[in-house]
């Protein structure tokens, strides 16, 4: 064999060891950022988790509040969260949202009830519909 035989022959196994190894480190770079999407998905449904529980009990908190617009932004926003997490939270809001309609509806006269019980009165009825 030439030199210049053997010289193709290193170069083309130059080739093949070079492709393998960059083969090789593409797929552990992959393997890497998959742990780390899987890491950054996981820490974004915690801090979701944890800012739906914050928002829950600050809406909760808020529906004691002696203004008619604090109320009706914590009603919305318990509304929004029983749409949102239906599996989580559905159940839970409206379970208390009824409650709240059952403390502040003392008559049976839908007209002299405030305005944030006749949502809550209508929101309720919708959800038991819906559930039928």
């Known amino acids: 064999m030439s030199a ?11 080739i093949v060891i070079g492709g393998a190894l960059g083969l090789m480190l593409a797929l552990w770079r992959v393997i890497v950022a998959n742990r780390a999407s899987v890491a950054a998905t996981r820490q974004a449904d915690i801090a ?7 928002v829950f009990s600050t809406a909760v908190g ?3 509040n002696e203004r008619l617009e604090v109320r009706l932004g914590a009603i919305y926003a318990l509304i ?3 749409h949102d ?3 989580e ?8 949202l009824e409650v709240y309609v059952r403390q502040h ?7 002299s009830h405030s305005v ?3 949502i809550l009165i209508e929101y309720t009825e919708t959800m038991r519909r819906l559930r039928s």
């Open 85 to 87: 997490f239906r599996g």
């Open 4 to 14: 210049v035989e053997l010289s193709e022959i290193a170069r083309n196994w130059g």
């Open 89 to 96: 939270y559905g159940g839970i809001v409206t379970d208390l």
């Open 48 to 54: 979701r988790r944890a800012h739906t529980a914050e």
């Open 116 to 118: 944030d019980v006749r």
């Open 62 to 64: 808020l529906l004691g």
């Open 105 to 111: 509806a003392r008559d049976s006269d839908t007209e």
């Open 80 to 82: 929004r969260i029983s």
